[in-house]
Each structure stands twice: as C-alpha cells, then as structure tokens.
C-alpha cells in the first residue's frame, strides 16, 4: 500500500530563511505526490503536485518541490519564508490505479519575525 | 469561483443524538470524498463515491456512520447514534474524476463535538 511520512510534526523558521519540509514516499507503482497547505479553521488547498512529467514542479506562493525517485522523496521547499506561510502543511501520495490519496501526518510550521 | 461548501459548520450534540453533515460538490465534478481529521489519527479517507456511487466506504465505521449522494449537488454523511469520539473535524473533497493525477477541492470542514 503506498504511503507517505513527513519528517518533523513542527518546524519553526524566521521570517526571510529557507523552508525546508520534508516527505518520503512508500509506493510499489510510479507515485503521483502532492503538497496540500491548511490555513487555520479552512480547508486544505493544492499547493503542487507531480504527475510524472518535470521533476521539479513549481506551485503557488513561491513553493517547489522536487521529485527524487533514489531518495523516494519530494520535499517541499521555498527560498524566503513570509508571516502568511505559517500554516499546516499536508504531503500526499495516489498512484495511476486510482484516487485513493493518503495523505501524511502533516508538518506545522511557524514563521518567526 | 467554484468551491465545494459544507453546513454546518459547526455542531455540538450529545451522545446518543443523530447528526447529518451536508457537502456540496464543485458543479461538475463527478467524485466526492468524506475525511476526518483529528490530532490523533490525522486526515482519514472515510469514504467516496464516484457518479454518486459509493467505490468505497473501507474508512467508515459501518455500524453507526453512514454516507449517501441523494443527487450530484449534494452527498452527506449521518452518524447515528453520535459517540464522543466521534469528536472531529469531517472534511468533504470533490475532484473531476478517479485520475491519480486528479487535485481534490476541499470544502472548509464541519467540526463536530459530540458530549
């Protein structure tokens, strides 16, 4: 069954530095992998997500990730992190069978000024 | 802008007491999806449906939970009789198909505290 485990449940950065949050996959067939940000008492929104075409997949708000197929990961990155990226951050994984998306335990982050 | 909308939005109730979660789909989208989110197990794929068909309800408790698409506007989600662990945030997704490669729309959520 594919999975996905995020690193770190909170990571906490200031204002200007690199994010860096982190996700490794768990998939016996090629992954589809997706990033989902949740802002407080909202619901979850796509930030990015790759599909098998460029392995560095550009999303909203400044954030990339990039798929490593040797490291099964796809971590999320954004070069200068602002106040209004403090949020829950969701990696997910679905494969080409189906929907069935699984989403891991989410990493929180804070942003300091 | 096209969004998928949950009522309520809110609700508390007492143990014992029926609840009904209402979702309506994204116009156009033909697959609803039911989640739960709590602090202790995270996001949970409850059940979903595909043209209003459920494909898979493994993620529900199948004694008191119960999911249904009455018409492609609108699916919901019963519990009865209502537990307090039953305590969470209940999020519905629309997407525009089964595609792997398909985004899920979230809806804002129904948080749920049951005494």
């Known amino acids: 069954a594919q999975s996905v485990t995020q690193l770190g449940s909170h990571v906490s950065v200031s204002e200007g530095a690199l994010v860096l949050l982190r996700c490794n996959y768990s998939s016996s067939v090629p992954p589809y992998l997706f990033w989902y940000v949740q802002y407080p008492n909202q619901g979850l929104q796509l930030l990015l997500k790759?599909?098998?075409?460029?392995?560095l997949v550009k999303g909203i708000n400044g954030f990339e990730a990039e798929f490593k197929k040797s490291e099964t990961s796809f971590h999320l990155t954004k070069p200068s992190a602002h106040m209004s990226d403090a949020a829950e951050y969701f990696c997910?994984?679905?494969?080409?069978?189906?929907?069935?998306?699984?989403f891991g335990a989410g990493t929180r982050l804070t942003v300091k000024p | 802008d096209a969004r998928v909308t949950q009522t309520p939005r809110d609700k508390v109730t007492e143990m014992g007491q029926e609840v009904t979660m209402r979702c309506q789909p994204i116009l156009g989208h033909n697959t609803v999806f039911w989640y739960r989110q709590t602090m202790m197990q995270g996001l949970e794929l409850l059940a979903y449906?595909?043209?209003?068909?459920?494909?898979?309800d493994s993620g529900m408790p199948k004694d008191r939970f119960s999911a249904e698409m009455p018409d492609a506007t609108l699916a919901t989600l019963k519990i009865q009789p209502s537990e307090p662990r039953d305590s969470a945030v209940y999020f519905c997704?629309?997407?525009?198909?089964?595609?792997?490669?398909?985004?899920?729309?979230f809806g804002p959520g129904t948080r749920l505290t049951v005494l």
């Open positions: 997910a994984v679905s494969d080409q069978r189906n929907n069935d998306m699984r």
């Open positions: 997704a629309s997407g525009p198909g089964l595609a792997g490669t398909d985004t899920q729309y």
């Open positions: 449906f595909r043209n209003r068909a459920p494909l898979d």
């Open positions: 790759y599909t098998s075409a460029a392995t």
